[in-house]
Nanobody, 127 residues
Framework: VQLQASGGGLVQVGDSLRLSCAASGRDFDNYSMGWFRRLPGKEREFVSGIRWRSGSTTYYADSVKGRFTLSRDIAKNILYLQMKDLKPEDTAVYYC????????????????????WGQGTLVTVSS
């Protein structure tokens, strides 16, 4: 499994940005996918998650709810994270992650439950 994250950059407060994660190497039908971020000096934290095939429900951290939108293009195997109204506290390295496990509410937010990780893309929000 390979995950290639892209789309990060330097933006201003209130700007929008869309991250992409191109997934390859496996049939992801039964995978759980997600975005995490590592803020400076902190551990990785959950941002958003989805079941790849069903996609009927998306999950968000409280800190990004209402501002970030997770979606995926099944045909292209790309996971997107649309971020709007960015704040300085969103500054972080963002990682996409995947696991063949069927994650549930109690396990989805734990990065230790994901088996595959992209290389990360840096988002810097300047005030």
């Amino acid at each position: 499994v390979q995950l290639q994250a892209s789309g990060g950059g330097l933006v201003q407060v209130g700007d929008s940005l869309r991250l992409s994660c191109a997934a390859s190497g496996r049939d992801f039908d039964n995978y759980s996918m997600g975005w995490f971020r590592r803020l400076p000096g902190k551990e990785r934290e959950f941002v958003s998650g989805i079941r790849w095939r069903s996609g009927s429900t998306t999950y968000y951290a409280d800190s990004v709810k209402g501002r970030f939108t997770l979606s995926r293009d099944i045909a292209k195997n790309i996971l997107y994270l649309q971020m709007k109204d960015l704040k300085p506290e969103d500054t972080a390295v963002y990682y996409c992650a995947a696991t063949p496990s069927g994650l549930i509410t109690s396990t989805r937010r734990d990065p230790n439950n994901y088996d595959y990780w992209g290389q990360g893309t840096l988002v810097t929000v300047s005030s």
